[in-house]
């Protein structure tokens, strides 16, 4: 069955310094997908907080025009540009424009490993 979402700034909260809309995981879908979508929509003038997370992210820019900060490499992003964003290094996105910059994030997997830390057995 087509499942079909607007992504729309009216839908969004707030969420890592911007307004971000969750576009996957959807209420009730069901079976938990690999991997998470989000619409992210930065005023302009904005940067985003800081994000580190063990994901890799996929930026769809589809309008305005911004700048990546990712581990002290810049680069200018804008309308129908791909930005690949590796896992384990921090990251920040920056409105210099005067519009706002918006763009949907893919990032995989959904969730984050959760690793429990490794202890030493107690000596007796």
Same mark, same amino acid.
């Given at each position: 069955?087509?499942?079909?979402?607007?992504?729309?700034?009216?839908?969004?909260?707030?969420?890592?310094?911007?307004?971000?809309?969750?576009?996957?995981?959807?209420?009730?879908?069901?079976?938990?997908?690999?991997?998470?979508?989000?619409?992210?929509?930065?005023?302009?003038?904005?940067?985003?907080?800081?994000?580190?997370?063990?994901?890799? =992210?996929?930026? %769809?820019? %589809? !309008?305005?025009? +911004?700048?990546?900060?990712?581990?002290?490499?810049?680069?200018?992003? +804008?309308?129908?540009?791909?930005?690949?964003?590796?896992?384990?290094? =921090?990251?920040?996105?920056?409105?210099?424009?005067?519009?706002?910059?918006?763009?949907?994030?893919?990032?995989?997997?959904?969730?984050? !490993?959760?690793?429990?830390?490794?202890?030493?057995?107690?000596?007796?």
């Amino acid at each position: 069955m087509i499942q079909k979402f607007l992504v729309d700034e009216t839908a969004a909260e707030p969420e890592f310094g911007m307004a971000c809309q969750r576009l996957i995981p959807w209420a009730g879908q069901g079976a938990e997908p690999p991997m998470g979508v989000m619409a992210c929509f930065l005023d302009a003038g904005a940067k985003s907080d800081p994000d580190l997370h063990a994901q890799d =992210e996929v930026m %769809l820019v %589809l !309008s305005g025009t +911004g700048v990546v900060d990712l581990a002290g490499e810049t680069t200018d992003i +804008g309308p129908r540009e791909l930005v690949v964003l590796p896992g384990n290094h =921090e990251h920040v996105v920056h409105n210099p424009g005067d519009t706002p910059l918006v763009w949907v994030s893919l990032y995989w997997p959904l969730h984050e !490993s959760q690793h429990e830390p490794q202890h030493e057995p107690e000596e007796s």
